[in-house]
């Protein structure tokens, strides 16, 4: 059924342009579709061009904008008109026109004029808003909350695991917060800017607005947050109208009970907004947060982002965030008047959302009124249940990965005790679901209580886990005739759905935090799958925000709790300064945020360069959880300073064509000397010139030589060889971790040895993926080994997902693209693999590549969006004959391969 499908996709994929000549589609502002919010005053526009002609490339555009859609249609750009621009450019287009104004809606339309002597018609209209550029366009909002601690029982940075016992549990006010107000014109728009710390969920006259979870982003709260903007035109009403806000605890504040990686406080729950009301008479009226609010405590009496959540329906206000709310005799009182972090910016990722819903596939009754659920898959999210039951009864809910020997939920890895509670007000079938907290599971082990034990017990009557995470698009697809490859792709896919929030987490459960490695080492496998551009650039922000005056990047950011060394700092996690920035310009064009981090990849260079002794980096985590005599954990395989110091060398290498990209010649030439000596003490301290291999000859030694560029070029086949020969003599079993799996798929993809690839992952009887799988596993596990003990949802070792795509789909960018505008096709057959399909939907388009073995022939289908052009490489040797649509071509050869050079469209490719 799933081939079938990914079949399905693929005809539609090559029907794709079917009967146009030039079209122009996804129009973008910064990467995002019709974006609230946006806070730059200038802003990037993308699109994408389709045709139904071979080798497309654009000449010219014009764009228009306007403050007004209607201008549109009669083509009139009163705000900016680019008119006629010959250029090939059809993403990061600077905007160059009037002034924009904080608020203002804005529309947009282009054309397009091609190499063919195409015209496209106007594009449709899309738009955006923008946000608050400053602090004076907030209209004096302040900041407002239920209460406020003194300034000396603030916890910043939070301290690591549960602090002082003198401390006590500090819980505190989960609030809600409410105004009312009159509109008595008729509105044209509405917009609400807001931000609630930790978290919050704002309705109008009793619904909730948007659909997002845990709003706004995690940031570093010393220094900035987010707000986030809605369009609320359709929640106002003529009359009365009430905004009411819940505010959540999130990393903001972690009380001190429970489960918790660290305990801390930035200070109480608050909020600040501004509502913009637009009326078609032309005024406007802002609705802010100021002392005329009231705020009560709310029914979650219990929250915290690792511990859980308790909820007491028995406090819930029926109406309360309805106008002419009847208070009851219960007094609200007046909101206090607080501080908060005094930058404030968009949130222009992407929102994390409730993305899938998972049913129950087994249930296991362990006694009287205790169940445990099996929902069949690990991932991030949170319980929902439907219940019925006396008032006072509860529902508590302990979620698990796995499970003991005696079938009850195992938080051991996971961080114990967690929970969510419901108290039930005893009215008819009551549902609920957490609001400010996420957990990661599989099972969950649910004890309903009676509040008076001669009474029965509260009734489970529906039962569900809902998955959270980014909601990213999904870019990216494979499927092959293996399926123990399928498996550990949706394997790996798991883990990394599970832990894209809005940083990317090592783990959903137990830590929650940003873990900078994996963002450049596991990168590449998730841009092939999933749009993060906009998150890309939200990480890099938290990058830039921690870092310290003598240029140092901690391991984790955004940076909530000081770890001690080596969790503190390490080359191979603080690197992702340098490496995401490049890489996120290469992935996606982004060259605006590269020129906005230069000052702290600089930086960071300096701080390693300061850091060094004789130009070696020998502190840091190492090659984190190899395979070695012991445990997993510290690197064994790989002596310390062989991986820092390797990267060390690329970081340079990067620095060196960033430096060229952005016209710095001084500080190209300090990089490539201080790279040079860098190589050269490498060398001199960790190659083998007798044995011609790195350090001990580990995979992560030689392949993160090779992969980096270290080794001279008269020994590389030599130190292949090496890779090769250890891996084949533990009979093509892995020993490489964290820091160098990716480098040894790498090395060897580079060096045309797929085939050890496949020997390596094609089986499940030593620590892998495979061996995952067998034991169980649904998401990727932070083990080669699967251990019970450590996360088995884990974001870092799933580095094979890259080669799915660039190694067997064989889509893969050329060393001198920008976004995917030069393609190289180079599939590789190995093993009993007979077919494969790789799509991506790069900047420009889709990309897809198809191939199978048909007896002996290889068949090969691409496509290649317009403003691309790509090179295809046929497993060929000379004198076989290579057709293209059926029609036998002439090409040249390079090594094994068949090469052709092709432009934008649709192909077939066969040969003997």
């Known amino acids: 059924m799933k081939r079938l499908l990914y079949c399905v996709i693929f005809c539609l994929l090559f029907q794709w342009g079917a009967g146009q000549k030039l079209n122009i589609a996804k129009l973008r502002i910064e990467y995002m579709t019709n974006p609230l919010g946006v806070d730059i005053p200038k802003p990037h526009f993308s699109w994408e061009l389709e045709s139904d002609q071979r080798n497309i490339l654009q000449i010219a555009y014009r764009v228009l904008v306007a403050d007004d859609s209607t201008l549109l249609k009669k083509n009139v750009g009163n705000v900016w008109d680019s008119k006629k621009v010959m250029s090939k450019e059809s993403i990061q287009v600077l905007y160059s026109g009037k ?73 505190n006010t989960i609030p809600l ?190 006694r009287k009124n205790v169940w445990v659920y099996d929902l069949g898959q690990n991932f991030s999210g949170i319980p929902s249940i439907k219940v019925s039951g006396s008032k006072g009864d509860t529902v508590r809910i302990f979620c698990a990965e796995l499970l003991n020997a005696d079938g009850t939920a195992n938080q051991k890895a996971t961080g114990s005790p967690s929970y969510f509670t419901y108290i039930l007000k005893g009215v008819g079938d009551e549902s609920w679901q957490p609001k400010f907290t996420y957990t990661g599971f599989r099972y969950m082990q649910v004890y309903c209580i009676a509040k008076d034990s001669l009474k029965s017990s509260p009734v489970v009557k529906e039962i569900e886990g809902l998955h959270i995470r980014n909601a990213v698009e999904s870019v990216g697809s494979f499927t092959s005739s293996n399926e123990l490859f399928n498996r550990t792709n949706t394997l790996i896919d798991w883990a990394i759905k599970s832990n894209t929030v809005s940083v990317f987490t090592d783990c959903p459960h137990r830590e929650k935090l940003g873990w900078l490695e994996q963002t450049h080492l596991m990168g590449s496998s998730v841009q092939y799958n999933y749009d993060v551009a906009s998150l890309n650039r939200k990480v890099i922000k938290d990058m830039m925000n921690a870092q310290y005056t003598n240029g140092m990047i901690p391991e984790i950011t955004p940076e909530y709790t000081k770890f001690t060394p080596p969790f503190d700092e390490s080359p191979e996690w603080g690197s992702a300064a340098i490496i995401l920035p490049w890489y996120n310009y290469k992935w996606y064009g982004d060259k605006q945020t590269l020129l906005e981090a230069y000052d702290m990849m600089k930086g960071y260079i300096m701080y390693l360069k300061n850091k060094a002794k004789n130009n070696i980096l020998s502190h840091g985590l190492g090659d984190w959880f190899d395979i070695g005599p012991k445990k997993s954990g510290f690197a064994q395989m790989t002596k310390m300073g062989v991986t820092a110091t390797a990267t060390f060398y690329y970081d340079l290498g990067i620095m060196s064509e960033v430096a060229k990209l952005l016209r710095l010649p001084s500080d190209k030439k300090m990089y490539d000397e201080l790279g040079l000596a860098v190589k050269r003490a490498f060398n001199d301290e960790f190659f083998r010139k007798q044995k011609l291999e790195y350090d001990s000859a580990s995979q992560t030694a030689n392949a993160m030589a090779l992969y980096m560029g270290l080794v001279e070029p008269q020994h590389r086949q030599a130190v292949i060889d090496a890779l090769i020969k250890d891996i084949r003599q533990r009979n093509n079993a892995l020993t490489a971790g964290d820091i160098g799996y990716r480098y040894v798929l790498r090395a060897l993809e580079e060096a045309g040895r797929s085939d050890v690839i496949f020997d390596m992952n094609s089986r499940d009887d030593v620590p892998g993926y495979g061996f995952q799988l067998r034991n169980g596993a649904t998401a990727l596990t932070e083990s080669w080994q699967a251990y019970e003990s450590v996360s088995n949802n884990h974001f870092m070792l799933g580095h094979l997902m890259e080669w799915f795509y660039t190694g067997l789909g064989g889509i893969r960018q050329a060393n001198n693209s920008v976004a995917y505008d030069k393609i190289e096709f180079m599939p590789q057959p190995v093993g009993d693999v007979t077919s494969a399909f790789a799509s991506y939907h790069s900047v420009y388009g889709e990309i897809a590549s198809k191939w199978k073995i048909n007896g002996n022939r290889f068949e090969l289908e691409v496509l290649i969006p317009p403003n691309s052009t790509a090179v295809v490489y046929l497993p060929a040797t000379k004198g076989s004959v290579v057709k293209q649509n059926g029609k036998a071509i002439n090409v040249k050869h390079s090594g094994r391969n068949a090469v052709i050079k092709i432009g934008s469209g649709k192909y077939n490719f066969s040969v003997n």
């Open 177 to 366: 917060m409410r105004k009312e107000f009159i509109v008595n014109k008729t509105i044209k728009n509405a917009t609400v800017f807001i931000s609630g710390l930790g978290h919050f969920e704002m309705s109008i006259n009793g619904r909730k607005i948007g659909d997002h979870f845990l709003d706004p982003g995690w940031t570093n709260y010393s220094r900035h947050a987010q707000y986030v903007t809605f369009d609320v035109t359709g929640q106002l009403k003529q009359g009365r109208n009430a905004i009411g806000v819940i505010l959540g605890n999130g990393f903001y504040y972690i009380p001190g009970q429970r489960y918790r990686k660290m305990t801390g406080a930035y200070g109480q729950p608050k909020m600040i907004m501004r509502s913009v009301i637009e009326y078609t008479d032309g005024t406007v009226d802002n609705i802010i947060s100021d002392e005329s609010w009231q705020t009560l405590e709310s029914p979650i009496i219990f929250s915290s982002i690792f511990g859980g959540e308790d909820h007491d329906a028995s406090k819930e206000q029926l109406g309360w965030d309805n106008a002419g709310f009847i208070k009851d005799g219960i007094d609200w009182f007046d909101v206090i008047i607080t501080n908060g972090p005094e930058k404030l910016e968009s949130q222009m990722q992407h929102p994390v959302k409730i993305m899938e819903r998972f049913g129950v596939k087994a249930k296991t009754e362990l």
């Open 99 to 171: 002034l924009l104004r904080p608020v203002r809606k804005y529309f947009w339309k282009l054309m397009a004029w091609d190499n063919k002597g195409n015209v496209s018609s106007w594009s449709d209209i899309a738009m955006w808003q923008m946000g608050l550029l400053g602090k004076k366009d907030w209209q004096q909002a302040k900041w407002i909350g239920h209460n406020e601690i003194i300034d000396s029982l603030l916890i910043v940075p939070h301290v690591h695991l549960n602090g002082k016992r003198s401390w006590g549990t500090r819980r």
